[in-house]
T-cell receptor, first 110, second 114 residues
Framework: RKEVEQDPGPFNVPEGATVAFNCTYS??????FFWYRQDCRKEPKLLMS???SGNEDGRFTAQLNRASQYISLLIRDSKLSDSATYLC???????????FGQGTTLQVKP | DGGITQSPKYLFRKEGQNVTLSCEQN?????MYWYRQDPGQGLRLIYY???????QKGDIAEGYSVSREKKESFPLTVTSAQKNPTAFYLC?????????????FGQGTRLTVV
């Protein structure tokens, strides 16, 4: 079983749609969680950190469920510019490793 | 400007040759990481270092070597033992794995074996 798992998609949605991605992790000692965005042939860039209480940044909402060991990302009112790959990232608490999921590809269409 | 710099951006290597990828950061970060990304795939951890003069193997360390003699530098050598080295290599740094802070990435090096 992979340490961090994501549905690779692709998710094809129309502009204005709401879309949600989930990510599961296997190490219960994991302590820090992030969502990164990666555009084609570019380096990943931080989209948002994920806190236990949940957090929101404009159209983006991230949530953490420690009991079920998953994190989620919700994008509301999708824009064409949201088309990218979204990477779930976990810091393993017992090793300090920064572990990436496979990524979920989002295509927003006009 | 503060940041993390990888060089070169593109690198071509003949089979059987070793090659070293550079990664430098001026963010005063303790932790540094090397990842490999293949087309359509996620990032796989090669090596990571949480402090100067110390590093650990990641999930795919075979055929690679690193050093961490200085805080700001974490070079990666792709040796001839790496059977399929053509890939996109990404270096990252963070304040520390237990600091709950984001990792910053360099722009990556695309290595092609010819």
């Amino acid at each position: 079983r992979k340490e961090v798992e994501q549905d690779p998609g692709p998710f094809n949605v129309p502009e204005g749609a709401t879309v949600a991605f989930n990510c599961t992790y296997s190490n219960s000692a994991s302590q820090s969680f992030f969502w990164y965005r990666q555009d084609c042939r570019k380096e990943p860039k931080l989209l948002m950190s994920v806190y236990s209480s949940g957090n929101e940044d404009g159209r983006f909402t991230a949530q953490l469920n420690r009991a079920s060991q998953y994190i989620s990302l919700l994008i509301r009112d999708s824009k064409l510019s949201d088309s990218a790959t979204y990477l779930c990232v976990v810091i393993a608490g017992n090793t300090g490793k920064l572990i990436f999921g496979q990524g979920t590809t989002l295509q927003v269409k006009p | 400007d503060g940041g993390i710099t990888q060089s070169p951006k593109y690198l071509f290597r003949k089979e059987g040759q070793n090659v070293t990828l550079s990664c430098e950061q001026n963010l005063n970060h303790d932790a540094m990481y090397w990842y490999r990304q293949d087309p359509g795939q996620g990032l796989r951890l090669i090596y990571y270092s949480q402090i100067v003069n110390d590093f650990q193997k990641g999930d795919i360390a075979e055929g690679y070597s690193v050093s961490r003699e200085k805080k700001e530098s974490f070079p990666l050598t792709v040796t001839s033992a790496q059977k399929n080295p053509t890939a996109f290599y990404l270096c990252a740094s963070s304040t520390g794995p237990h600091m709950n802070t984001e990792a910053f990435f360099g722009q990556g090096t695309r290595l092609t074996v010819v």
